[in-house]
């Protein structure tokens, strides 16, 4: 009676700050992808909302007096006129506070999953809406496809087909808050810089990708100098395209054609840096 939905890794290929609202929020011009390595939010019916957390990194949340995916649900459940019954588990593999969309992902699967128990037909644009006034991510991380991300994360927009890569994910044990990486920034704005040719493989995709950056990689590396250490690494690694920090750190991906190159690197950087988390996974 349990529904299960898997819940990606949300990764900025590039990440250009363009402006800032008068209210304070920073406009972006962003590429998100969602590799296929991730936590997982299962669902089951319940006399109340409860929530279990387990998985590798489930203990840094264990401190969290009220957890987003909880704030989803009760969000979906208040949208639909409901009371907000269910046993949810959350099962985390991916870092906290770690630039890649963690908690916006967990909260993101939780709508899926609650929707299905629930028998929910809530639009996908309401979706998005209630996502946004949780989390700026929550939005594109219910598409959980290529999208370009603009505004604060409201306005996506598909891009042309990607090609099929692998990629691998590096996060030096080092939580960053998103609001202090932004803080730290001492430079202008960035032009927006859409994805609008069309790759027809990774050689070709990673050339685009140079053209941009992450304009909170240097801010970033202020506050933990182990990002550049944690860049040269990946880059190093034979077969790699193209590294970069994602979102506002710590966590930075490398670019892969094949699984065996992808996997050789994982290997190589989880036996030389035991204290670094490392995954990998295919974007298709």
């Known amino acids: 009676m349990g529904v299960s939905v898997f819940a990606p890794a949300k990764v900025n290929l590039f990440l250009h700050v363009v402006g800032k609202r008068a209210d304070g929020y920073h406009l972006l011009d962003s590429l998100a992808v969602f ?5 997982e939010v299962t669902v089951e019916p319940g006399d109340t909302l409860s929530l279990s957390l387990t ?38 593999r991916l870092p906290v506070a770690s630039g890649i969309g963690g908690g916006s992902t967990d909260a993101a699967a939780a709508f899926h ?33 290529p999208t370009r991300m603009a505004g604060i994360g409201e306005i ?37 810089m859409p994805l609008t040719e069309t790759c027809p493989d990774l050689p070709t995709l990673a050339a685009a990708l140079r053209l941009r950056s ?23 690694q034979p077969g790699c395209q193209l590294s970069r920090m994602s979102g506002s750190g710590a966590t930075c991906f490398g670019l892969f054609a094949s699984e065996t190159q992808a996997r050789a690197a994982e290997q190589a950087l989880s036996r030389n840096h035991s204290g670094w988390w490392v995954g990998v996974g295919a974007v298709e």
């Open 113 to 145: 999953a609650l929707a299905e128990l629930w028998g929910l037909r809530t639009s996908g644009e309401r979706l998005a809406a209630l996502g946004l006034a949780i989390g700026a991510d929550l939005p594109v991380c219910l598409r959980r496809r």
């Open 214 to 236: 992450n304009d909170l990689t240097a801010p970033a590396q202020k506050l933990a100098p182990v990002i550049g250490e944690v860049l040269a690494a990946i880059e190093a």
């Open 55 to 92: 998985g590798p990194t489930s203990a840094s949340l264990t401190a969290e007096p009220d957890n987003i995916v909880l704030k989803a649900a009760r969000a979906l459940a208040a949208e639909a006129g409901i009371e907000p019954r269910a046993a949810l588990t959350l099962t985390k």
């Open 35 to 39: 590799p296929a390595i991730g936590d």
């Open 156 to 192: 996506l927009e598909d891009v042309p087909p990607l090609p099929a890569f692998w990629m691998l994910l590096v996060n030096p044990g080092v939580a960053l808050s998103t609001p202090a990486v932004f803080k730290a920034r001492d430079a202008g704005f960035s032009d927006p």
